[in-house]
């Protein structure tokens, strides 16, 4: 049971770490262009376009 335990908090630990870095993938913005510069998209870490 104990090892059960240490799992279950290891694994909130990577729940905790991995919403961390979500939010910061959301935050990077990220441009590309093509066309010559007709069309150009910015997007997100989410890949949300912005």
């Known amino acids: 049971m104990?090892?059960?335990g240490k799992l279950l908090k290891q694994a909130q630990q990577v729940?905790?770490?991995?919403?961390?870095?979500?939010a910061a993938l959301g935050e990077k913005?990220?441009?590309?262009s093509s066309g010559g510069g007709m069309v150009t998209?910015?997007?997100?870490?989410?890949q949300?376009?912005?």
């Open 29 to 32: 913005r990220i441009e590309a």
């Open 2 to 4: 104990k090892d059960l």
């Open 48 to 50: 949300e376009i912005v």
């Open 41 to 46: 998209v910015v997007m997100n870490g989410r």
């Open 15 to 22: 729940q905790a770490k991995m919403a961390e870095m979500q």
